[in-house]
T-cell receptor, first 112, second 114 residues
Framework: EDQVTQSPEALRLQEGESSSLNCSYTVSGLRGLFWYRQDPGKGPEFLFTLYSAGEEKEKERLKATLTKKESFLHITAPKPEDSATYLCAVQASKAAGNKLTFGGGTRVLVKP | GAVVSQHPSRVICKSGTSVKIECRSLDFQATTMFWYRQFPKKSLMLMATSNEGSKATYEQGVEKDKFLINHASLTLSTLTVTSAHPEDSSFYIC??????????FGPGTRLTVL
């Protein structure tokens, strides 16, 4: 069974204080690993897709990396508007119907 | 990016009534859509996969007769919560596949059953 574990569950940062979120996964053949951002009361917003170990992608203050067992989402010099829940999901290569398995998310609060 | 809409965004109903939620892909065609449920401060739980022109595939533990899914066109899937009860109150989110490995999510529907 595919499993995704995110840590920490919650993270409090001061504005400008860089940090990393972890997403550990167990999957029977990885087709893709996805990062989403979710604001309260809204649907997830797509951030990145990573396909193979060693791959990195960046978007503004966010950088996602991937190894064979985990992915990291690095937040560099965060601002209060980066406060959100960050969700990690995996898609197995043999996933029926191309479905995603989500982790529990990391709630990030950036204080000014 | 691809845009997915949901309607309504918020609904309050009495126990025993049925509620229909629409999920539309606005600028692309989606042969596959997904329905999720999310409890407060929890992650997304996949309920079912909706395929255009065929029956939905439900996840284990999800009642098919309780949560009726119809995917009648390439841009519209509907979720009907039949005979809703307070325990069905939740945040329901749909997503649509843009390609085999890309899903874009709708804004969600908050259902409150009194």
């Amino acid at each position: 069974e595919d499993q995704v574990t995110q840590s920490p569950e919650a993270l409090r940062l001061q504005e400008g204080e860089s940090s990393s979120l972890n997403c550990s996964y167990t999957v029977s053949g990885l087709r893709g690993l996805f990062w989403y951002r979710q604001d309260p009361g809204k649907g997830p917003e797509f951030l990145f897709t990573l396909y193979s170990a060693g791959e990195e992608k960046e978007k503004e203050r966010l950088k996602a990396t991937l190894t064979k067992k985990e992915s990291f989402l690095h937040i560099t010099a965060p601002k209060p508007e980066d406060s959100a829940t960050y969700l990690c999901a995996v898609q197995a290569s043999k996933a029926a119907g191309n479905k995603l398995t989500f982790g529990g998310g990391t709630r990030v609060l950036v204080k000014p | 990016g691809a845009v997915v809409s949901q309607h309504p965004s918020r609904v309050i109903c009495k126990s025993g009534t049925s509620v229909k939620i629409e999920c539309r892909s606005l600028d692309f065609q989606a042969t596959t859509m997904f329905w999720y449920r999310q409890f407060p401060k929890k992650s997304l739980m996949l309920m079912a996969t909706s395929n255009e022109g065929s029956k939905a595939t439900y996840e284990q533990g999800v009642e098919k007769d309780k949560f009726l899914i119809n995917h009648a066109s390439l841009t519209l899937s509907t979720l009907t919560v039949t005979s809703a009860h307070p325990e069905d109150s939740s945040f329901y989110i749909c997503s649509a596949m843009v390609s085999y490995n890309e899903q874009f999510f709708g804004p969600g529907t908050r259902l409150t059953v009194l």
